[in-house]
Nanobody, 123 residues
Framework: VQLQASGGGLVQAGGSLRLSCAAS????????MGWFRQAPGKEREFVAC????????LFSDSVKGRFTISRDNAKNTVYLQMNSLKPDDTAVYYC?????????????????WGQGTLVTVSS
């Protein structure tokens, strides 16, 4: 089972990026998916999650209104659209697959993790 995150890069403040997380080895269409991030010297923090159907989505306060999360179960892929990026958004972004169908902020509920993709936002 593998989660492959991609789409990171260097962007100026105010810009946008779209991260993708492609799953292989099994389908996650019945599992919630989440995005977390870890900035240098800081702990990993929750960013967003989406339920198996896409009907429930949750965002951290720091990204609410700027980031959106979506999924394409036919492609076994989840996306994180990041707009109005700020230097504080600089981090390695990880996607993860929840053990259940709904999702949440607690990282311990996520069983599978991708390798991370680096997002750098310059001021």
């Amino acid at each position: 089972v593998q989660l492959q995150a991609s789409g990171g890069g260097l962007v100026q403040a105010g810009g946008s990026l779209r991260l993708s997380c492609a799953a292989s080895g099994r389908t996650f269409s019945n599992n919630a998916m989440g995005w977390f991030r870890q900035a240098p010297g800081k702990e990993r923090e929750f960013v967003a999650c989406i339920s198996w159907s896409g009907g429930f989505r949750l965002f951290s306060d720091s990204v609410k209104g700027r980031f959106t999360i979506s999924r394409d179960n036919a492609k076994n892929t989840v996306y994180l659209q990041m707009n109005s990026l700020k230097p504080d958004d600089t981090a390695v972004y990880y996607c993860a697959a929840d053990r259940g169908a709904v999702g949440g902020r607690d990282p311990t509920r996520y069983r599978y993790w991708g390798q991370g993709t680096l997002v750098t936002v310059s001021s």
